[in-house]
Every structure is written in C-alpha cells, then in structure tokens.
C-alpha cells in the first residue's frame, strides 16, 4: 500500500516562507512524479507544483512562479515545496500527489493524473 506522509506547514506573516515535505513509502515499481495541489475554502483544488520522476521536468502554476521551488532526493521518492514571499491568497490545505503514469512533462497535469494523495497540511498566510 503507497502513503504519502507530508511535513512542514503550519502559520506565517505575508513574505515569509515555509517548506513543506513529502516522502512515499510503499511503492516498489521504480520512480513517481511528486507534486502538489491545494484547496482553499469554497474553492476547487487546483494544481501547484510537480517534479517529474527524475527531475527533468517541473511545473508550476501561474500564481506561484517565481516564489516557489520545487526538488526531489533522488535516492526516493520524496520532494520538497519551498514556498517563500508568501501571499494570503497562499493559504489553503496542500495536498502532496503522486503520479506513476509517466506523464508529468512540465504541462499542467489534472489531479486525475495522480493515483496517490497525502493527508493534506495546513498553510495559513496573515496579512
């Protein structure tokens, strides 16, 4: 059985940063793209980031380019989210998301594309 088991989070003031962590156990068939979606109140969970499964490809959303990075160890199936001058439009419930499709090829990806979904962590960002 695959978990994702997610880290980091929690409260910051607007232009602070966080990072938030993502380590898959349980998958033994090779390498899986890793990546993040959120979902504020009220709102549909919409895409944030992804590595694909050796790193050659990245994406992000629109509204996080330039602030947020993403990287992976490639010795696993683990990434990081480094999200810095964060906005309170940033606050939502991230979901980390594993795809072994092999289709994370720096375009947008739907959730749908991603069989293996974390338990979700808080991000709060104050004004």
């Known amino acids: 059985q695959v978990q994702l088991v997610e880290s980091g989070g929690g409260s910051v003031q607007a232009g602070g940063s966080l990072r938030l962590s993502c380590a898959a156990s349980g998958y033994t068939s090779g390498r899986l793209c890793m990546g993040w979606f959120r979902q504020a109140p009220g709102e549909e969970r919409e895409e944030v980031a992804y590595?694909?499964?050796?790193?050659?490809?990245?994406y992000f959303a629109d509204s996080v380019k330039g602030r947020f990075t993403i990287s992976r160890d490639n010795s696993k199936n683990a990434a990081s989210l480094q999200m810095n001058s964060l906005k309170p439009e940033d606050t939502a419930i991230y979901y980390c998301a594993a795809s072994n499709t092999g289709r994370c090829e720096g375009t947008r990806a739907a959730a749908s594309l991603f069989a293996y979904w974390g338990q979700g962590t808080q991000v709060t960002v104050s004004s």
């Open positions: 590595i694909s499964e050796y790193g050659n490809y990245v």
